[in-house]
T-cell receptor
Framework: DAKTTQPNSMESNEEEPVHLPCNHS???????IHWYRQLPSQGPEYVIH???SNVNNRMASLAIAEDRKSSTLILHRATLRDAAVYYC???????????FGQGTRLTINP | DTGVSQDPRHKITKRGQNVTFRCDPI?????LYWYRQTLGQGPEFLTY????????KSRLLSDRFSAERPKGSFSTLEIQRTEQGDSAMYLC????????????FGNGTRLTVT
C-alpha cells in the first residue's frame, strides 16, 4: 500500500477554516484518497474520498493536487467537535482493507 | 442503520485467560474487518471477511487469535492464553461489497490484560 505523510499535530481556532495536508508522492493512478477521523474514545469514521477531482460533502471538502501527489482536507468552519485524529489513507483498486498511519491530531481552541 | 455494535465495551482479564469479543455489523454489509489499536497509534488491520469466508489475515494475527463469522452476520474474535501485550482496543468495521464503500467502525472493545 502506498504511503502517506501527515503532520503529527495541528491546532486551529473555533469557527475558522482548517486545512489538513497529506503527501502521497508514490500514489498510483488507481489509488483513491480516503480520509477518516477518530474522535476520542470512538472508532474511526469516514469523512470523504476522491480520485482526481475535488470533492465536497456535508462534513468537509477534499482538494487534490493536479499531479495527485498531495491532497488537503478542508474543514470550512471548525467546531470543538472536530477535535480528532485525522487519517489520510490511499486505497488501491481491488484492495479490501484500509491501512492507517499515525494521522494528524487536530486541536480546536475555543 | 443502527451502526456497528461491539460487545463488551471493556474487558479486564488475567494473563493466560481466554477472551472472546463479538461484533454485529450493519445488517446489509457483506464485508467485516477486525483491527487492533494501541495508545497513540493508528488502527492495525488484523483480518477481513467477505460473508462467512475469511479472506485475509495479518501476520499480527498469531495462532492465539482466531476469528469467525459463521453465518455471514456477526463475528467473534477469540484470544487464547492472553498476554499483557494483547492489551489494546479491538475495533470491528463493516462495509458494503463495493471497493470504494466506506468502512463503518464500531466503538471497540478495550482489553486490559493484568
Amino acid at each position: 500500500d502506498a504511503k502517506t505523510t501527515q503532520p503529527n499535530s495541528m491546532e486551529s481556532n473555533e469557527e475558522e477554516p482548517v486545512h489538513l495536508p497529506c503527501n502521497h508522492s508514490t500514489i498510483s493512478g488507481t489509488d483513491y484518497i480516503h480520509w477518516y477521523r477518530q474522535l476520542p474514545s470512538q472508532g474511526p469514521e469516514y469523512v470523504i474520498h476522491g480520485l482526481t477531482s475535488n470533492v465536497n460533502n456535508r462534513m468537509a471538502s477534499l482538494a487534490i493536487a493536479e499531479d495527485r501527489k498531495s491532497s488537503t482536507l478542508i474543514l470550512h468552519r471548525a467546531t470543538l467537535r472536530d477535535a480528532a485524529v485525522y487519517y489520510c489513507i490511499l486505497k488501491g483498486q481491488g484492495a479490501q482493507k484500509l491501512v492507517f498511519g499515525q494521522g494528524t491530531r487536530l486541536t480546536i481552541n475555543p | 442503520d443502527t451502526g456497528v455494535s461491539q460487545d463488551p465495551r471493556h474487558k479486564i482479564t488475567k494473563r493466560g485467560q481466554n477472551v472472546t469479543f463479538r461484533c454485529d455489523p450493519i445488517s446489509e454489509h457483506n464485508r467485516l474487518y477486525w483491527y487492533r489499536q494501541t495508545l497513540g497509534q493508528g488502527p492495525e488491520f488484523l483480518t477481513y471477511f467477505q460473508n462467512e469466508a475469511q479472506l485475509e489475515k495479518s501476520r499480527l494475527l498469531s495462532d492465539r487469535f482466531s476469528a469467525e463469522r459463521p453465518k455471514g452476520s456477526f463475528s467473534t474474535l477469540e484470544i487464547q492464553r492472553t498476554e499483557q501485550g494483547d492489551s489494546a482496543m479491538y475495533l470491528c468495521a463493516s462495509s458494503r461489497d463495493r471497493d470504494y464503500s466506506p468502512l463503518h467502525f464500531g466503538n471497540g472493545t478495550r482489553l486490559t490484560v493484568t
